[in-house]
């Protein structure tokens, strides 16, 4: 059996949302500090690029002003309005589909916490 959880520990260190299941799993079974040790893995092996840590802070910041107003919203969805309403002003209501679908796909990349 340690052989098997071996090889699954090197699958998972190629494929980052194996590895966060993995991590995930741990959590739920309480074991918290093997669940450290994957997330930190984690950060080593697909570390944050500068465009997620800033959209995280830019989320962060606008999280606390929806909630100081009563709006528990998911940061995935925080930074989807944000973008929304920044396309949205600089297109002066011109808005299409094509800029919209690519806020979504961009929000995913960035939130991918599946």
């Not at 500090?33 to 570390?47: G, I, N, V």
């Not at 009563?70 to 920044?86: M, N, R, T």
Request: include cysteine.
């Amino acid at each position: 059996m340690e052989k098997l959880l071996k090889e699954l520990l090197e699958s998972a260190k190629k494929d980052k949302k194996g590895l966060k299941q993995l991590t995930n799993t741990a959590v739920r079974c309480q074991n918290f500090e093997l669940a450290s040790q994957l997330r930190a893995l984690e950060l080593k092996l697909f570390p944050e690029t500068k465009e997620q840590k800033d959209a995280k802070k830019l989320v962060k910041d606008l999280d606390l002003v929806f909630k100081n107003v009563g709006l528990a919203i998911d940061h995935e969805k925080i930074w989807v309005i944000q973008k929304a309403l920044e396309v949205y002003g600089k297109k002066k209501m011109k808005m299409d589909l094509k800029d919209a679908s690519q806020i979504v796909a961009k929000a995913r990349e960035l939130f991918d916490e599946e």
